[in-house]
C-alpha cells in the first residue's frame, strides 16, 4: 500500500524542525526538509523538486504509512508556489501548522542562530555564556507584519477539504511525548512508546536574557503574537476540518496570566501541600519507640515515586508506559542521589533534634541556594542587595524560633546531619535549574518521577546495611497506621514539590528557596495550634524577623517589576 502524503509547514525557528526531529522516533511517519527549494536558491521547477524528495524518502522507508515535507511560508512565497496547486500536485492528504506564538521568540531565536550559525544541532551546547544579539522595536514590528502578509497569503491559496493539525510550539517543547503522540494518534499511526530527539537546546534562557539592549524595547514590541489560528478562523477556514492538537499536560494557567497571581497560587500549593506533610511526618514522629529512619526514607521515596507515576497517568492517557529522558541518565542519578542523602540526613536528625528544631533549621535553604546559584550558576540572575538583607532576616528569624522550640536537645550530631541535608537539598535546587530544566529543558513529572525511582536505591542499601528490618516489622505490625501517614505526607510532599518545580522553572532557584522558607514558617505556627506548646520571646523575635525579611524580599521584587514597567 503506497505511503500517504503529508505537509508540515511552519516558519523558521517555529518548531517545524524539531517535530521533524521526534517524528524520527517512529517508522510509519517520516518527514524530510524540502532542502531544494531553500530561500537562498533560484529553481526553475521547485514542485519537481518536491517531488523528487519526497519519491527518495519513499523508496529509502518502505514500511512509512506517511512520508511527507517541510516548507515554510517564505519558501512558498519566494519561489512563487500556490498552496493549492502544491497539494494537489503532490497529492497531499493533510497538513500540520506548527506556530510559535510569541513575536520576540523567534526574531531572537532567528538573530541567535544567524550569529552562531547554529540553526539545530544534535551537539551538546558548548557555549559557557549566553548568546546575546541586538533587537529594536522596529526588528519585531516589521517581522510581525511580514509574517502576518506571508500567512494570510497562504491561507488565501489554501486548499478545500485537507485536515489540518496545528501544534503549537510551547506545548511541543513542553511535552513533546504527549503532543508527538497525540499527533500520531490523529493520523491514525499505532505508533507507541518513547517520542525522542538528539537535539538540544543551544541558548536556554529567556529570550530577553539574549538581547543586549532589551531596555531600549517597547512593550508593545515584547508583548507581540502571531495568531496563526485567528487567521485561519478570520478567513472563515477554522470551520473547516482541523484538529488542534494540545499538550493534555500543560497547565491550565495561560502565559498571559499576571505572573503575580501565578507565583501567589504555586506559593498557595506549595504552603498547603507541605503543611499538611509536616504534620503528618510530626505525627509520625509522635508514635511510640519510633526510630527507623532508615525505613522511613525508603518507603518515602517509593511512595512518592507511585504518586509521581499515577499523576502522570492520569494527565496523559495517552502515555505508554514509557517516559521521554530529555535529560542523560547521570543527571537523574545525580538527582537520585542528593534527593535520597535529603530524605536520610533529614530523617536521621530527628534522632538528635526536636522535630521544630529541624524544621528551622532547615529553612536556612534559601542562603544556601542563594550561594550555589552564584557559584554553579553563572549565568542566573544575581540577587540584590535587599534580596540578601532578606534571606539574613529570615535565616536569623528561625534561628531565634530554633531556639524557643529546642528545649535542649539540640546536640552537634544532629546539626552535623541537619547540614549535610541542607547541602543536598542545596544541590538538588542546582542541579534541576542549571541542567534538568536549564539545558535540557526537561519537564517536572519526568523530573520528580525519575529522580524518586532512583533515590529508591541508595535508601534500600542504607536500610539494609543498617540491619533495623527484623525491629521495623516487629514495629510495623504494633503500629499498622505508620503506613497510612507515610503515604498520606507522601501524597502531600509531591504535589508540594511539584509546585516547588514549577516556581523553579518560572522564577528560578531563590524564589522557591523564600516560599519554601515561608512554608517552613507556616509549618511551625501549625504544630503550635496542633501540639500546643508555650509561645516565649523568642518565638515573637524570631516571627518579626521573618516578617521584615520577607518585605525585603518583596520590596526588591517590587522594585524589579517598577524598573521593568519604566523600560518597557
Known amino acids: 500500500m503506497p505511503a500517504k502524503r503529508l505537509l508540515v509547514i511552519g516558519q523558521e525557528r517555529a518548531g517545524t524542525t524539531l517535530l521533524v526531529s521526534y517524528l524520527r ?6 518527514v524530510v526538509h524540502a532542502e531544494p527549494i531553500s530561500v537562498t536558491r533560484v529553481v526553475a521547477t521547485p514542485v519537481d523538486e518536491i517531488k523528487t524528495v519526497l519519491k527518495t524518502a519513499e523508496e529509502t522507508h518502505p514500511k512509512a504509512k506517511y512520508v511527507g515535507c517541510r516548507v515554510t511560508p517564505e519558501q512558498l512565497i519566494h519561489h512563487k508556489i500556490n498552496l493549492s496547486e502544491l497539494t494537489e500536485s503532490l497529492d497531499i492528504n493533510k497538513i500540520v501548522v506548527v506556530s510559535r506564538s510569541r513575536a520576540l521568540d523567534l526574531v531572537v531565536s532567528r538573530k541567535v542562530a544567524e550569529q552562531t550559525g547554529r ?18 522595536t522596529h526588528d519585531i514590528e516589521s517581522f510581525v507584519e511580514k509574517s502576518v502578509k506571508q500567512w494570510e497569503t497562504i491561507v488565501e491559496e489554501w486548499p478545500v477539504n485537507i485536515v489540518k493539525h496545528f501544534i503549537q510550539y510551547e506545548s511541543l517543547a513542553e511535552e513533546p511525548q504527549a503532543t508527538v503522540l497525540e499527533l500520531w494518534k490523529n493520523l491514525d499511526c499505532q505508533q507507541l512508546g518513547n517520542v525522542r530527539t538528539a537535539m538540544v537546546r543551544q541558548h536556554p534562557v529567556n529570550s530577553m536574557e539574549k538581547i543586549v539592549n532589551r531596555k531600549e524595547l517597547a512593550t508593545s514590541a515584547i508583548n507581540a503574537t502571531i495568531d496563526i489560528p485567528q487567521i485561519f478562523k478570520t478567513a472563515g477556514l477554522m470551520d473547516t476540518e482541523h484538529i488542534v492538537i494540545k499538550n493534555p499536560t500543560t497547565s491550565s494557567t495561560s502565559s498571559s496570566a499576571d505572573p503575580f497571581y501565578v507565583l501567589a497560587a504555586l506559593s498557595a500549593q506549595v504552603v498547603f501541600f507541605h503543611c499538611f506533610d509536616a504534620i503528618l511526618k510530626e505525627q509520625i514522629f509522635h508514635l511510640p519507640s519510633f526510630s527507623y529512619v532508615e525505613a522511613l526514607s525508603v518507603i518515602q521515596a517509593a511512595c512518592i515515586a507511585c504518586v509521581a507515576l499515577l499523576d502522570c497517568r492520569l494527565r496523559s492517557s495517552s502515555l505508554s508506559g514509557t517516559f521521554t529522558m530529555k535529560a542523560p541518565f547521570w543527571v537523574y542519578g545525580l538527582l537520585g542521589l542528593l534527593m535520597s542523602g535529603s530524605y536520610i540526613l533529614t530523617n536521621k536528625s530527628i534522632l538528635h533534634l526536636d522535630y521544630l528544631t529541624q524544621v528551622v533549621f532547615k529553612s536556612s535553604k534559601l542562603l544556601w541556594v542563594m550561594v550555589a546559584r552564584i557559584i554553579f550558576l553563572r549565568s542566573a540572575k544575581k540577587p540584590g ?3 540578601w538583607i532578606g534571606a539574613v532576616l529570615i535565616v536569623a528569624g528561625l534561628g531565634f524560633m530554633s531556639t524557643g522550640v529546642s528545649k535542649g536537645k539540640r546536640d552537634y550530631w544532629g546539626l552535623g546531619y541537619i547540614t549535610a541535608a541542607l547541602v543536598c537539598d542545596a544541590g538538588v535546587f542546582i542541579v534541576e535549574e542549571g541542567l534538568a530544566f536549564g539545558r535540557y529543558n526537561a519537564a517536572k513529572q519526568e523530573v520528580i518521577l525519575l529522580m524518586q525511582v532512583l533515590a529508591i536505591i541508595p535508601a534500600i542499601i542504607y536500610f539494609y546495611l543498617s540491619s533495623t528490618y527484623p525491629a521495623f516489622v516487629v514495629f510495623l505490625s504494633l503500629n499498622p497506621s505508620f503506613l497510612l501517614l507515610v503515604v498520606g505526607s507522601s ?5 508540594g514539590t511539584s509546585a516547588v518545580l514549577q516556581v523553579i522553572m518560572s522564577h528560578g532557584g531563590s524564589t522557591a528557596a523564600l516560599i519554601t522558607s515561608f512554608r517552613k514558617l507556616s509549618t511551625i505556627l501549625f504544630s503550635y495550634l496542633l501540639f500546643p506548646k508555650p509561645f516565649t520571646l523568642m518565638h515573637f523575635i524570631g516571627t518579626t524577623l521573618i516578617v521584615v525579611g520577607a518585605n525585603a524580599n518583596l520590596m526588591s521584587r517590587s522594585k524589579e517589576k517598577s524598573k521593568k514597567i519604566k523600560q518597557g
Open 119 to 136: 540553526y539545530y544541532t544534535e551537539e551538546p551546547a558548548q557555549l559557557k555564556e549566553t548568546e546575546k544579539v541586538r533587537v529594536t
Open 25 to 30: 522516533s517512529g517508522e510509519e511517519v517520516v
Open 491 to 495: 501524597a502531600c510532599s509531591y504535589f
Open 385 to 387: 542587595i535587599y534580596q
